[in-house]
């Protein structure tokens, strides 16, 4: 095996894209890199793998091998000692389309992909030597890459450069859950809870590697909870781990982030006072939440403290969604909106069923049903939550164990007028003693509920039929909200566990595309595994799958971790300015539609470039036809595409009375279509109007200046008077782009921002 020293004087000497970097950063590079020795015919990179690496042969050579159809392997290039591979990682998403396999005896540096990229920002030298090496070997592979593109799906795991051990803490009014993931043994998770904390006898229940204990002691506050906690992690007989200071993360569940907050977040002072102020919409949970992370940052001291909140993942719902009908008021100035909750276990289960189905998750339009003691359902359309049941506090829409769900206000008033009760009281009746147990009168619990209905037992029959009837309701005007469904998710204790709700609630959709096996259904143990109960010819897939929150958490503190690192890198180097471009409405056309519209055999005509490299602004003009209105004049871009799109916003919605998605570019599956009338005659499309995604254009060298990849999310602060800060703005990467942030008129309107303005990166919100 190669020493350090040499290792050192290879990289400094040998490898061109490391001569210019300092001491300092080479060390870091090998303290956190990995040194492997490979045989002939030994692979180090298969086909299909999420590039994660960048690689460097120190000794012996590598070849790249393509395997063809017929299943012959095919040798399309040779890596020999000093070369690198794998830097496409550092600007795709996508899967590696080539088989990188030891030519014979070799020794290679596996360097991740997340450690260069943060080192690599203020290195230009090594930036400009990428690129250009990028631009020649994508343009080498590139018919490879169109053929697996549409097979890319993102695998949810705890991949991390280094070892890293993690408490996920779930703080509860008299309960502490918790659970310990080491990501070198990310499969082999402690799970525990510790119940009636504050009771003479506290139950703490815990699973470690299949095996079950309960132990039961006196826990007075939160505080023994969690010495309670690391005296059985620590023990002899478990050995987790030897001290409290081994622990590297310690994520919370955070009930509640308002308005502020949609990514997991690492703790400040800041951070803990924006958590107090959310308190007023959770009270029962932000300050419970609260005693964990001051519990845990005195206990855990070496540890980063990352809040998930359960509300993050639905910060994507658009306005028209999130909005109550009061005055604008309460909602501009009292932030009184739907915020949505679960959202940990929608975007855990979604994800998974993207994974299952070897589905790229921005491809596809999922309903996710989370049906538990709280209830709540999920519209999530291309990798996005467009619609959530729950809303301002949790009571809101599904029948739950003990609250009530959907409901007249009308009917709050007058049972606090007619029963002379007050807001407490109130609250008690629609959250403690509503939803099942209410109706049926005997319990929350779904499995004694149908107990008793097998008995004949009236108001259990209702309960059931009043529960699968909200939840048939709820599915049929989110397949309508999406335009259309791929995917249904059962999780959580009753979507895992009753066939009997799973099959009422999609009796009848049969319409729609949705079938269920019923003997599958019946048969599928939902607690232990992922459960296709999709019947034969369904066009729907119906899945069920075990929720697993604590994973989800654990995962989104190492994205925290990794976007905080590349944000900290891009805040060292002088702010790189990105302009600020006002995208106008405009259409798309296909060659096909070129031609109907124009006549057979015409071609566009060039009136003058864009920003981006090859794309123009044509003379021709095209008039847009709605339900409600036209549109006339609207401007042609070419060049021409494989499918014909129109990008308008909202305004251009109500004028031709038309509910479009918000899109990334290209992406038009479940769209509305249009009419588009030219000169020589009409074309109507059955899909293609979109509300265009905020994105940024970068080339590939801008790229690996920010330490950014295609497909990434990141936050963009404007400067000015009001200084506005956009979320969820979208990175894609092109070796034709030029950098440009590109937002619609209604956005530009909105916010005072024109063409010229000025944006900054502020933070990445890393997406894998």
């Known amino acids: 095996m190669i020493s350090r020293e040499i290792l050192f004087s290879i990289l400094k000497n040998k490898v061109e894209l490391f001569n210019n970097f300092s001491d300092k950063k080479l060390n870091i590079i ?29 000794s012996g050579g590598v070849k790249i ?11 399309i290039g040779v890596f020999k000692e000093y070369d690198i591979f794998g830097e496409i990682a550092l600007i795709t998403n996508e899967r590696t389309v080539v088989n990188v396999i030891g030519s014979r005896h070799s020794e290679i540096l596996l360097i991740p992909q997340s450690l260069f990229s943060r080192l690599l920002i203020s290195e230009q030298s090594a930036i400009s030597y990428l690129s250009r090496l ?3 070997r994508a343009s080498e592979i590139s ?12 695998r949810i795991s705890l991949d991390f450069e280094k070892r890293k051990q993690i408490l996920v803490i779930n703080c509860g009014s008299s309960s502490l859950k918790y659970a310990y993931y080491d990501t070198y043994k990310p499969d082999e998770p402690f799970k525990g809870i510790i119940e009636r904390i504050g009771e003479r006898e506290a139950i703490h229940k815990f699973t470690y590697m299949g095996n079950e204990q309960k132990s039961i002691n006196f826990v007075p506050t939160h505080k023994e909870a969690f010495l309670e906690m690391i005296k059985v992690l620590s023990s002899d007989r478990f050995r987790v781990f030897k001290d409290p200071c081994d622990i590297d993360i310690v994520g919370h569940r955070v009930v509640h982030g308002g308005d502020k907050y949609n990514s997991p977040t690492i703790i400040t002072d800041e951070v803990e006072e924006e958590i107090e102020k959310a308190s007023i919409y959770a009270p029962l949970h932000n300050p419970i939440n609260l005693i964990g992370i001051k519990e845990s940052r005195m206990l855990f001291k070496n540890a980063i403290q990352i809040a998930v909140f359960d509300t993050a993942f639905h910060q994507t719902m658009p306005p028209y969604a999130f909005l109550y009908a009061f005055p604008y008021e309460y909602y501009s ?8 909750f679960h959202g940990t276990s929608h975007l855990y289960v979604s994800l998974k069923a993207a994974e299952f189905l070897g589905k790229r998750y921005s491809s596809l339009s999922i309903i996710t049903c989370h049906l538990g003691n709280g209830c709540s359902i999920c519209a999530i359309d291309h990798g996005r939550s467009i619609d959530t049941s729950m809303g301002f506090t949790p009571v809101e829409g599904l029948i739950m164990g003990t609250r009530c769900g959907d409901v007249d206000p009308g009917v709050l008033i007058h049972i606090m007028r007619t029963e002379k009760i007050d807001y407490n009281q109130l609250d008690k009746i629609i959250n403690k003693f509503s939803g099942l147990r209410g109706i049926s009168g005997l319990s929350n619990d779904m499995r004694e509920i149908e107990n008793a209905a097998s008995q004949s037992n009236y108001r259990a029959l209702i309960a059931i039929k009043s529960f699968s009837y909200r939840l048939r309701k709820y599915i049929g005007s989110y397949i309508a909200a999406m335009g259309g469904v791929d995917v249904i998710v059962f999780t959580g204790g009753i979507g895992q566990g009753s066939s009997l709700v799973r099959s009422l609630s999609l009796q009848g959709l049969e319409f729609m595309g949705i079938e269920i096996d019923e003997d599958l259904n019946k048969r599928a143990d939902g607690f232990k595994q992922i459960c296709d109960i999709t019947a034969k010819g369904s066009k729907v897939k119906v899945l069920i799958i075990p929720t697993d929150e604590e994973f989800m958490i654990a995962k989104g503190c190492l994205d925290a971790i990794k976007n905080f690192e590349i944000t900290k890198e891009i805040n060292k180097i002088t702010p790189i300015p990105i302009p600020i471009e006002v995208s106008a409405y405009h259409v798309h056309l296909s060659r096909d539609d070129v031609e109907k519209l124009f006549g057979a055999g015409y071609k566009l005509t060039f009136d003058h470039e864009l920003s981006q490299i090859g794309q123009y602004a044509c003379r021709e003009r095209v008039n847009l036809i709605g339900p409600k209105g036209r549109i006339d004049n609207v401007r042609i871009l070419g060049p021409e595409r494989n499918a014909t799109q129109v990008e308008i916003s909202m305004t251009e919605e109500f004028k031709l009375g038309i509910n479009a998605p918000i899109r990334a570019s290209g992406d038009i599956e479940g769209t509305p279509g249009i009419t588009i009338e030219g000169p020589k005659g009409t074309v109507k499309i059955n899909k293609g109007v979109i509300l265009t995604l905020k994105h940024i254009h970068m080339s590939f060298e801008d790229a690996l200046r920010f330490g950014i990849r295609d497909g990434d ?7 000015g008077e009001r200084g506005i800060i ?39 919100i890393r997406r894998d």
């Open 30 to 58: 090998i303290d956190g890199s990995r040194l492997v020795t490979i045989e002939e015919n030994e692979t180090v990179i298969e086909e299909g793998d999420k590039g994660r690496f960048l690689g460097v042969v120190l």
């Open 65 to 75: 091998v393509r395997v063809e159809n017929d299943g012959t392997h095919r040798v």
């Open 713 to 719: 999310l990141v936050q963009v602060k404007v400067e």
């Open 143 to 154: 018919k490879f890459q169109t053929e697996t593109k549409s097979n890319d799906y993102r």
């Open 333 to 340: 100035e009292k932030k009184i909106r739907r915020y949505g």
């Open 726 to 764: 956009f979320d969820e703005v979208l990175v894609r990467v092109n070796k034709d782009y030029r950098l440009a942030m590109h937002i619609n008129t209604d956005e530009a309107n909105i916010s005072g921002i024109k063409t010229g303005d000025i944006g900054f990166i502020k933070s990445v």
């Open 134 to 136: 990028i631009v020649q």
